[in-house]
T-cell receptor
Framework: DVKVTQSSRYLVKRTGEKVFLECVQD?????MFWYRQDPGLGLRLIYF???????EKGDIPEGYSVSREKKERFSLILESASTNQTSMYLC???????????????FGDGTRLSIL | DQQVKQNSPSLSVQEGRISILNCDYT??????FLWYKKYPAEGPTFLIS?????DKNEDGRFTVFLNKSAKHLSLHIVPSQPGDSAVYFC???????????FGTGTSLTVIP
């Protein structure tokens, strides 16, 4: 069974700090994703990566960057945290690109990030 | 602008009855659709998918229907069970690109 592990369930940081959210998957999946979930807005894609060292912007990349140095690990970086980045952050991975069997995303349990 | 919409934030159904969750989309380029279920304090889990070449896909108690002309899909759960109580998200993907677009979710409560 696929396991996507996010390093922290809850995190509290201060405005202006550089914040790292880590995600690891154990199934050799090509694709990895970072979303944020906010009430009334559903899941919004921040960045995704379809290969090591490759990344593409999602719908809301501003204020974020990502790093994928190894296939199993995808990190989300808040360069200078702001209060409007308080949210639930979800990492996901998938075997194939969309439209194919196996393209369904497997999610971690999320990181609840609060920026004070 | 929200390209995938779930207009009902919540739904309550008696145990044993049918639950129908609805999802509308605006982008005619979407051709692959999925439903996810999410329990509190857990990540979403994949439930069922459908490609635009089909209008129905069934998996046990779960059936997804796709009406391309209306840009509408629905998830039917029959019979509903208390363990089905969760938030359900629909998601859609265009035939170009690798991104999935999610709806805002519908919270289903199945009353014993």
């Amino acid at each position: 069974d696929v396991k996507v592990t996010q390093s922290s369930r809850y995190l509290v940081k201060r405005t202006g700090e550089k914040v790292f959210l880590e995600c690891v998957q154990d199934m050799d999946h090509e694709n990895m994703f970072w979303y944020r979930q906010d009430p009334g807005l559903g899941l919004r894609l921040i960045y995704f990566s379809y290969d090591v060292k490759m990344k593409e912007k999602g719908d809301i990349p501003e204020g974020y960057s990502v790093s994928r140095e190894k296939k199993e690990r995808f990190s989300l970086i808040l360069e200078s945290a702001s209060t409007n980045q308080t949210s639930m952050y979800l990492c996901a991975s998938s075997l194939f690109h969309r439209g194919q069997a196996g393209s369904a995303q497997h999610f971690g349990d999320g990181t609840r990030l609060s920026i004070l | 602008d929200q390209q995938v919409k779930q207009n009902s934030p919540s739904l309550s159904v008696q145990e044993g009855r049918i639950s129908i969750l609805n999802c509308d989309y605006t982008n005619s380029m979407f051709d692959y659709f999925l439903w996810y279920k999410k329990y509190p304090a857990e990540g979403p889990t994949f439930l069922i998918s459908i490609s635009s070449i089909k209008d129905k896909n069934e998996d046990g108690r779960f059936t997804v229907f796709l009406n391309k002309s209306a840009k509408h899909l629905s998830l039917h759960i029959v019979p509903s069970q208390p363990g089905d109580s969760a938030v359900y998200f629909c998601a859609a993907s265009p035939f170009t690109g690798n991104q999935f677009y999610f709806g805002t979710g519908t919270s289903l409560t199945v009353i014993p």
